[in-house]
């Protein structure tokens, strides 16, 4: 009895602390400059979408016979390896690339463009929503900035009306993949960090005004480089980071 008693107290305490960082985000969002020289950057796996992209990908080619079992089981093991730290993204990613070389971009951008509005759109649950207009009514600038490539992030950000997406930009020849990275590369970690400042000198953002949501530890670059860092739904790593930081850390119900 008294176990369950410790039980429930320790349920209210957690709920208690939802709210209250969820009055606190509001009011941080509330007492930031208004403008448009303020961006809120929100990253797409797990924190703005309640999903892992590159699955909810296989799961989707799967049902229409584009990949097998053991695409998916592959996919799941590498997805759990980057979590618990134990892959690079680049690891992943280089098979990922050897993969589409050679394949039409026009039709790997429909494919993606099919996945983002009816697996990951319906994903984006109703706190992320209601923080994206919050940061609209005080006028600042929406941006998705994801490891994921553009064509996965640039319609979701449209369905959202979001004002700009930094992801990662594949190497198009003839209407090919090469299987190569273009641009600025992977849009993760520091290279993150290199998107953001590109984008908000030419936008006119200061990113100390600014805010990153973020679930994972490994956008310490990014969460660093601005004023207002939030941990959304935080990975072990990063509830740690942000309790000894004092960064707000939020949780978002993952129904939509």
Known sequence: MIRLRRSFASRALRGRAVVENHHRLQ???????????VAAFFDMDQTLVAGNSSILYVQRAMAEERAGMSDLFKTIYYYLLYRFNRLSVDAILKPTLEGIRGRQEAQFADFCRQIALK???PRVGRQARLVLDWHRERGH?????????CYL?????????MDAVLSTQLEVAEGLFTGRLHGLGLCYGEGKVKAAQLWAAAAGV???DSFFYTDSASDLPMLSAV???VAVNPDW??????????????????QA
């Open 227 to 229: 004023g207002i860092p």
């Open 27 to 37: 009011q941080k969002i509330a007492a930031a400059p208004g403008g448009s020289a």
């Open 141 to 149: 600038r929406c941006v998705l900035l994801t490891a994921a490539t």
């Open 119 to 121: 697996e990951l759109l």
């Open 206 to 208: 200061e990113l100390m």
């Open 237 to 254: 790593v990063l509830r740690r980071l942000a309790r000894r930081k004092g960064w707000l850390a939020c949780r978002w119900p993952r």
């Open 153 to 161: 992030a640039q319609p979701l950000a449209e369905a959202l009306g």
